[in-house]
Nanobody, 116 residues
Framework: VQLVESGGGLVQVGGSLRLSCAASGRVSSITTMGWWRQAPGKQRERVAGITPEGGRTYYADSVKGRFTISGDNAKNTMYLQMNNLKPEDTAVYYC??????????WGQGTQVTVSS
């Protein structure tokens, strides 16, 4: 599976961004999709997750009510709508997918910077 993220950038506090993750390859093997982020000097943390059919979602407490994860199966693309961004949201955001067994893939990451 290949994962290509886009949509990162520089935004002011309170602004919005939408990240996209386009998947190609063995997408039918995906059982869980999600977004993670890693800020400088910190461990990578899970931000949001979704099942391919969209029936279940997960959000970290720090982003609940501000971020929305969604997917478009027809386009094999996952999105992360980020609203009311805060400086502490500054990080490299990674797309991640899991499947059965050793099926485990990461995107290359996209930088999100929130300026105050």
């Amino acid at each position: 599976v290949q994962l290509v993220e886009s949509g990162g950038g520089l935004v002011q506090v309170g602004g919005s961004l939408r990240l996209s993750c386009a998947a190609s390859g063995r997408v039918s093997s995906i059982t869980t999709m999600g977004w993670w982020r890693q800020a400088p000097g910190k461990q990578r943390e899970r931000v949001a997750g979704i099942t391919p059919e969209g029936g279940r979602t997960y959000y970290a407490d720090s982003v609940k009510g501000r971020f929305t994860i969604s997917g478009d199966n027809a386009k094999n693309t996952m999105y992360l709508q980020m609203n009311n961004l805060k400086p502490e949201d500054t990080a490299v955001y990674y797309c991640h997918v899991l499947g059965w067994g050793t099926f485990n893939y990461w995107g290359q990451g996209t930088q999100v910077t929130v300026s105050s």
